[in-house]
């Protein structure tokens, strides 16, 4: 059956050039910069009712997703998680009203990066891939690993030795090809390279490919018809590779498109570890492009020790335009915040949602942050699957 989905072509934000979204295409051959997927969008199109919509998951967004085909689709249930809105922590670093927190600790595989696999490994099957690789920092690792078995594909995986064993762990059960590579994810992403000249496996490094931002841009449309498109005025995400802060604004711009939206008030903040922060250091340098973080600090926020990320300028731009900031905590107030919003909340977030807690504290106490404004962050992964290093 037809998705009906809008897709109609790529696009590199860079040099304009287009692709075609029939084929397989990586990123832009022309500059090396990630290629965004387009959709043909008006204002006919009708915006949803958060009451009246099925949540049976991120595929009800299938109009704004890449598959063309509905056989093609490979879901395990991702998507459509709840936004909580949790007064407790929030009045007890003096927050004017209470914080919201998109709840992505619920999808399959336990963090977000479902999302972007699920889109991915989908589109992908649908252009007759059989073999994915990724390098990762554990999360992105088992949500292929789950979607290349539910779609009977070959997977391999490449994560750094340090990561938590919960993660080779349950790439491994899914019958994929783990590899543990001495160093960061980046590390991992040049010995995946070096492999992959003999496999010719489908690469789906972050923003390597165009799909799985298109994933995690659902975040930003049900964020929307969740808060009955009153949308908040500031959302703090964990920065790695920057697929959702990206997808999220990307999300924004296609609803005020279809005329779902007027103004955005959203500013866009990128939280990075004060170790591992090269996003920060090129907001506060001005610069439009990050460079390499040389020998990024251990942290138990595996998912923000990216030294590079591939979409860096898209990053930047998107902070920019949004009139956001990028922030970095250090990793003990990382945490603290995991541990003091534990007691008063009942939620053990990953490491990455908490260093966003430690941000807001942190911004909260600048004074970066107005009393009447609606404060949102995205919890991006279950806390568990970390035990073993905050333990440590
Ligand atoms: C990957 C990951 C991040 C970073 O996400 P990006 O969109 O790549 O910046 C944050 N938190 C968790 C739990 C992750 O797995």
Redesign the pocket.
Known sequence: MNTGSRLSHLTCLSCGGEYDAHILNNYCQQCSQPLVARYNLNNQIKRPVWSTMSRSGMWEWKEFLPVFRSENIISLGEGMTEVRSLSGWAKGIGLGRPLLMKD?STNPTG???AR?MSAAVSKAVELGVRHFCTP?????GSALAAYAALAGTKASVFMPKQTPKMFSFDVSLMDADVYMVEGTIRDAGLLMAEKNKEWGAWDVS?LKEPYRLEG?KTMGYELAVQLNFKLPDVIF???????????IWKAFKEMQAMGWIDEIPTRMVAVQMEGCAPIVKAWQQGSDSSEVWNEPAETA????R?PK?FGDKL?LTTLQESKGFAISVSESEMLTELKSFAIVEGHFV????AACLAAIKKSKSDGDLDDSWDIAF?Q??KGYKYAENLWA
Do not use: M
């Open positions: 992505e963090s977000f990066k972007g990762t920092a554990g999360n992105a972050t995690k995400y964990p920065t790695g590779g920057g697929t959702g802060l990206i997808g926020a595996n998912g923000l990216v990320a990053i990953s490491p990455e949602g995205i991006t992964g």
